[in-house]
């Protein structure tokens, strides 16, 4: 495969042994909406780390062996380079830490065996040059859920948060930019949403009292997790993070989030994140209910003779495009990049008195090709949902154990979308020009020369001309210089 080259000058700095003694060197310094450049598409390591028993919240009860708990595969350094080599660039891992992983409640000290773990599949994802997003997934419900009911007690709330992100924060300090900490996953969820009618939170207040409160609680912890990282230093002080709007809800998040009323030390480093299960009759629903029945069907993939409560209208598919369009306006245009953290449609098996196959498959494939096209094209960096059921209904796109496409439907779907949706994504977000920051360089500027991955490892023991050399995808440090290899 043919690669070109481009060579960016940046400073250099007399750092190769330290380097060696610590390999995770912030090597670039890019802001969140350059970093965008290089992180779509991306996939979740669903079902996995965050999995485990909500009775076990606060205790140590868990143990690694939660990691299989909800699917039956153990992450490998194979399975991580399936997914880069599917053409995927991101991985975010949904994580569980106060759910059965605590030694002690009081300083929320992680159990060591535990964080040993998730930082070995971090590295499998850093060592095939994937970015990650490592957040503090549902939990158990002990933040999302409690830390916004009526009578919580939020200084209690904040402070274990504070001491969570700061164990968190320091266990990752010296790894490099690839890695991107989201404080929470979907808070407020549970019927704690502000639009929720009957809401436990902050009854008897109304409507809009309740979302006025609500934002502002929301906001409060994620000014915890921002100031608990950046007080740990290294090169957590410029990291890039992730903060959620209201049940990373995008219609809540469009009308109510203002990420503005944060702060913080470093500029230009904060990213949002929705999820996008949209429209649930079609994407999530397994069952009719009283108030609507499931779609099999988007658009024109329906049969002629399917009834209309089984087709999505196209209100719906103009309402998303809307809504992922004004994120753009809100948000990724005011130099905030915006991750759809999770989205994904349920793929079913239909049985021929309920529809035709084909055309579901059809539906299916369209919607995440959609979805992909109109994220890219708003700015929106996707994370699809993959919860490693090689069943049906699923989400499932790789099989694991097999290392293979499980759900070739929803693998065309997200790169035809990829495809259609690239250029104006790169338009959005084009690739970094120039670098600040910190720079590897080699002992000397004698000929051979190694070459260092932006870990600081090197790669290459001796070098006399990096052209000449055959590495994979990546950004590489050689004689003081940024290479991008693509």
Excluded at 105 to 130: F, G, H, Q
Excluded at 145 to 168: C, H, M, P, S
Excluded at 209 to 235: C, H, M, P, S, W
Excluded at 373 to 386: K, R, S
């Amino acid at each position: 495969m043919k690669r070109t080259l481009l060579s960016l000058c940046i400073g250099a700095l007399s750092m190769m042994a330290y380097a060696q003694d610590n390999p995770r060197i912030t090597t670039l310094d890019l802001s969140a909406s350059e970093l965008a450049h290089y992180m779509a598409p991306g996939w979740n390591l669903g079902n996995t780390l965050e999995a485990g028993n909500s009775a076990n919240i606060f205790t140590n009860n868990g143990g690694t062996s939660t990691e299989t708990a909800w699917q039956g595969t153990k992450t490998t350094q194979e399975v991580i380079n399936m997914v880069k080599a599917n053409g995927f660039n991101s991985v975010r891992i949904p994580t569980a830490w106060v759910m059965g992983h605590l030694t002690d409640r009081a300083s929320m000290t992680i159990d060591p065996a535990w964080l040993a773990r998730v930082k070995e599949i971090v590295d499998y994802c850093i060592n095939a040059n994937l970015y990650v997003v490592l957040n503090d997934h549902w939990d158990g419900g002990w933040m999302e859920y409690d830390g916004f009911t009526t009578g919580a007690d939020v200084e209690a709330k904040k402070e274990q948060l504070r001491k969570l992100w700061t164990n968190i924060a320091m266990a990752f300090r010296d790894y490099d930019e690839r890695l991107i900490f989201a404080g929470m996953n979907e808070p407020g969820v549970g019927g704690a949403s502000p639009e929720a009618s009957g809401s436990l939170m902050f009854d008897p207040y109304t409507e809009n009292e309740k979302l006025a409160a609500f934002v502002t609680r929301l906001q409060a912890y994620e000014q915890v997790f921002i100031d608990a990282v950046r007080a740990t230093g290294g090169n957590n002080a410029r990291r890039v993070l992730v903060v959620q709007g209201p049940d990373t809800n995008i219609g809540q998040t469009n009308r109510y989030y203002d990420v503005s009323r944060l702060t913080d030390s470093a500029t230009g480093r904060l990213m949002v994140e929705i999820h996008h299960y949209d429209p649930y009759q079609f994407c999530g629903m397994s069952a009719d209910a009283s108030w609507g029945k499931m779609w099999y069907y988007w658009y024109g993939h329906a049969p002629a003779r399917a009834s209309s409560d089984r087709i999505a209208p196209d209100a719906q598919r103009t309402a998303i495009q809307t809504n992922m369009n004004t994120l753009k306006t809100n948000f990724v245009d005011k130099g905030y990049p915006v991750i759809v953290g999770e989205y994904g449609c349920n793929h079913r098996t239909l049985a021929p008195t309920v529809g035709t196959q084909a055309n579901h498959d059809e539906s299916v494939k369209y919607w995440y090709e959609f979805s992909t096209q109109y994220a890219y094209e708003a700015g929106l960096i996707p994370f699809v949902w993959d919860t490693n059921n090689l069943g049906r209904p699923s989400m499932t796109v790789f099989g694991r154990s097999a290392l293979t496409v499980n759900d070739q439907t929803i693998y065309d779907g997200i790169f035809a979308g990829d495809q259609a949706g690239r250029a104006a994504f790169n338009a959005i977000y084009p690739e970094p020009s120039s670098t600040s920051g910190v720079a590897l360089a080699t002992a000397s500027d004698a000929q051979p020369a190694k070459v260092y991955d932006l870990s600081g490892r090197v790669v290459v023991s001796s070098a006399t001309d990096f052209a000449q050399l055959h590495l994979s995808k990546g950004i590489y440090i050689y004689k003081g210089k940024k290479y991008i290899v693509r």
